[in-house]
């Protein structure tokens, strides 16, 4: 009996053998991947697009930047067009209206819309020799003011003319180019004919009369007559 027990559990082809198992598990182990650690590698293909991407946002900030102006949100801004078309000519019609707007605000209240003025107290502008004659004389009038007594169209007047430039002393502190639109407007108006009056003039005669700080009399304009 007992005997046969022992056939039973030594023989038979379910009875697995140490060389068996040991085949068994190195068969499985070496179908296993190889154990790794650590990060896994970025793929290649991803570590160029995001150099590429990189690399075009540098250029478009270097190409668009416009000197990081916070004036600017117009990328096809041009900084040095802007600058020259800031000073633009005016057309002479619009230093004309520019002029007569300046002069029926201002010295219509004086020498009157129709530039007759007022008979013993303010001399006409209209059919002055001192208007369409000498320009040299004319800017120093607006400039500096002019006071004591004068001659205009045969009558004699003795008031006070306001001085319009920035000047010592000057009450209206226009700019050049205003006295120069309102001079070329009343050189122009009503029955009046002469050469507009530029601002570069104004600006010359402002330059040679520098240290002037009162008004002009009738004798000191002779010279410019
Ligand atoms: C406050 C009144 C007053 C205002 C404003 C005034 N003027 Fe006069 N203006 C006079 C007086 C007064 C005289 C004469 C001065 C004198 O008698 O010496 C005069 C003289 C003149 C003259 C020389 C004389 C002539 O009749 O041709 C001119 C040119 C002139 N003014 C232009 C102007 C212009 C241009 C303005 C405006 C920008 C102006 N005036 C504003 C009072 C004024």
């Not at 000073?87 to 129709?114: D, R």
């Not at 001399?123 to 020799?129: F, I, K, T």
Request: net charge negative; with cysteine.
């Amino acid at each position: 009996m007992s005997a046969d027990q022992n056939n039973n559990l030594s023989s038979g082809p379910e009875v697995a053998s140490d060389e068996s198992i040991q085949q068994v598990h190195s068969d499985l182990a070496s179908k296993q991947p190889e154990p790794e650690q650590g990060y896994k590698l970025m793929p290649l293909f991803l570590l160029g697009f995001i150099s590429t991407m990189i690399f075009v946002t540098c250029v478009y900030v270097v190409h668009y930047r416009a000197d990081f102006s916070p004036m600017v949100y117009d990328e096809r801004f041009d900084p040095k067009a802007a600058a020259g078309g800031a000073s633009k000519e005016l057309t002479p019609e619009q230093v004309i209206a520019a002029g007569k707007k300046a002069y029926q605000q201002v010295c219509a209240t004086c020498h009157q819309v129709n530039g007759q003025g007022v008979a013993g107290a303010y001399p006409p502008l209209a059919s002055s020799e001192w208007v369409v004659g000498n320009e040299e004389r004319l800017v120093r009038i607006l400039l500096h003011g002019m006071n004591g007594p004068m001659e205009v169209a045969g009558k004699t007047y003795n008031g006070a003319m306001p001085a319009f430039g920035k000047v010592p002393g000057g009450g209206y502190n226009w700019n050049e180019e205003k006295i120069s639109q309102v001079l070329t407007y009343i050189r122009q108006e009503w029955a009046n004919k002469a050469e507009p009056i530029t601002k570069a003039k104004v600006v010359e005669i402002l330059s040679k009369e520098a240290a002037r700080a009162k008004p002009w009399t009738a004798a000191e304009l002779d010279p410019f007559k």
